[in-house]
């Protein structure tokens, strides 16, 4: 079983919001036998309604 787990993204409102962590999860998706992702920490940079 494979879970890779990314934490902390700080997805903030700046820019391209959802860039890094399409990239990340753009990455994740070519890797072979994965069973799940995990995603935790904490998510956004500030907890703003636009993140």
């Known amino acids: ?5 990314l934490s ?3 997805i903030d409102h700046a820019g391209a919001p ?10 994740v ?3 072979a036998g994965l069973s799940a ?3 935790s920490g904490d998510l ?3 907890g703003a309604p636009e993140e």
């Open 44 to 46: 956004a940079d500030s």
């Open 18 to 27: 959802n860039a890094s962590l399409r990239g990340m999860l753009t990455d």
């Open 29 to 31: 998706r070519h890797l």
């Open 8 to 10: 902390d993204t700080h």
């Open 37 to 39: 992702v995990v995603v």
């Open 1 to 5: 079983m494979r879970i890779p787990h």
